[in-house]
């Protein structure tokens, strides 16, 4: 049995206020990514306790799979619009899955 | 006790917001209560509405919304001078100020009903007009004209938000069915709205609880402000629904409206539109000073304020 083939894809995470959701998203698409999943997350950092509970005090956790040249787009475009003024941490993964060219 | 008892869930959520208490009022819950809230309120308006010539509300309406922006461009060049704030965060504040806080504006009316004192019930459509305009102010204040502001996305989230949509949807619904067609939906709106309220307050305590370290950032410049402010524009509040024809208890609730601080709408819309203010600091003060102050203290005093002015002046 042959196994499924997969290939490398690249996942970009942001860690985000919730307010930063709605600014960011066209970014992402605007950076060639085909499309992106949203959570709510809870924690803490530097602006303090995120606890989710009501009234500016969740954030989101945004996942993008797309191609290694949007990737680095996203991390560019993102830090240098919204790093400034917003809550916000963004990293990228190496990741692997099927289907790697529809990213 | 001349508080209203709703008032006392407030503090029982500060208490136990203070003492660490592991009660939560979940966000699904709060987003619950707040749209209940709204459309009760949205509902009541309507249905007064009703039996009211809507033309006699145009003159009043645009008067209470230009006078409004008074409280932005009176509480701005204060933060700027004597608060020594920089400009995104006077302006974020300045917004707030002009805003208003629909929960406490229920807090108002509930007060007046347990004090027997008659009310327009059309005020709530006040309460939608006096909502955004301030925003818009303070986005200018921050801002100017011409620098780039995203006013389509900011004209949406001000507009397009619950607040307005309920409001507005709840006061249609309210006016096209009149009284007699809704009264179905009395039972669930008016007869059990205090006790929604009592738990909204109760999370609003929990909340207020959480702000309070904020306060520690603002100084003592802001607290005396989040007090001051709401007194100064409560007078004007008082002034203008007496020059208005409003009754005293028309009167009363127009100062608690000017003398609120927006936490939802206006938060939300100054984070997009000016991501330079630090929200600490305007949210810890609209939330952490103000909102208690008018809960506990201001809405009696604005209402014995009312009662003076139409004494010596019927």
């Not at chain 1, 809550?87 to 993964?93: E, R």
């Not at chain 2, 709703?6 to 987003?31: E, H, N, Q, T």
């Not at chain 2, 917004?95 to 509930?110: I, K, L, N, P």
Request: with cysteine; proline share 5%; hydrophobic share 55%.
């Amino acid at each position: 049995m042959n196994p499924t083939p997969v290939g490398p894809i690249k996942l970009v995470v942001l860690i985000c206020e919730e307010a930063l959701e709605q600014l960011v998203g066209p970014d992402i698409i605007a950076a060639g990514a085909k499309g992106y999943t949203v959570c709510d997350a809870r924690g803490r950092g530097n602006r303090g306790v995120r606890d989710a509970s009501w009234l500016l005090s969740s954030n989101v956790r945004i996942e993008v799979l797309c191609s290694e040249a949007a990737a680095w787009r996203i991390v560019d475009v993102v830090e240098t619009k919204y790093s400034a003024n917003y809550g916000l941490v963004a990293y990228v993964h190496d990741v692997a899955g099927p289907r790697a060219d529809k990213f | 006790m001349r508080l209203d008892p709703v008032v006392g869930f407030f503090v029982l959520g500060l208490l136990a917001g203070l003492l660490r208490s592991d009660l939560k009022l979940s966000s699904g819950l709060s987003d619950t209560l707040i749209i209940y809230l709204l459309i009760a309120i949205g509902l009541k308006g309507g249905f007064e509405l009703a039996n009211t010539p809507v033309q006699d509300l145009v003159l009043p309406i645009i008067v209470a919304v230009l006078m409004s922006a008074g409280t932005p461009l009176i509480a701005f060049p204060i933060l700027r001078r004597l608060g020594r704030l920089a400009r995104p965060d006077a302006a974020s504040i300045a917004a707030h100020y002009g805003s208003v806080s629909v929960v406490t504006f229920a807090v108002g009316t509930s007060y007046l009903t347990r004090q027997g004192v008659e009310y327009e019930g059309y005020m709530s459509v006040f309460l939608v007009f006096l909502e955004f305009p301030a925003l818009i102010i303070g986005v200018l204040l921050a801002k100017g004209l011409n620098r780039n502001t995203d006013w389509r996305l900011l004209a949406h989230e001000v507009l397009a938000g619950k607040a307005i949509v309920l409001l507005i949807g709840a006061l249609a619904i309210g006016w096209l069915w009149g009284r007699d067609g809704a009264e179905a939906l009395a039972l669930f709106y008016d007869d059990l709205f205090k006790g929604f309220l009592s738990l909204f307050l109760l999370g609003m305590g929990l909340v207020t609880a959480a702000r309070i370290s904020d306060l520690r950032k603002a100084g003592v410049f802001l607290v005396l402000f989040g007090i001051a402010l709401p007194v100064l524009s409560a007078v004007g509040g008082v002034l203008i629904g007496w020059s208005l024809g409003l009754s005293l208890g028309g009167a009363t609730l127009l100062a608690v409206l000017y003398a609120s601080a927006s936490y939802i709408a206006a938060p939300a819309a100054m984070r997009i539109a000016i991501p330079e203010a630090n929200p600490a600091l305007s949210i810890g003060v609209s939330l952490g000073v103000t909102f208690p102050f008018n809960v506990l203290v201001g809405v009696p005093l604005y209402h014995a304020m009312a009662r003076w002015l139409f004494g010596v002046m019927p």
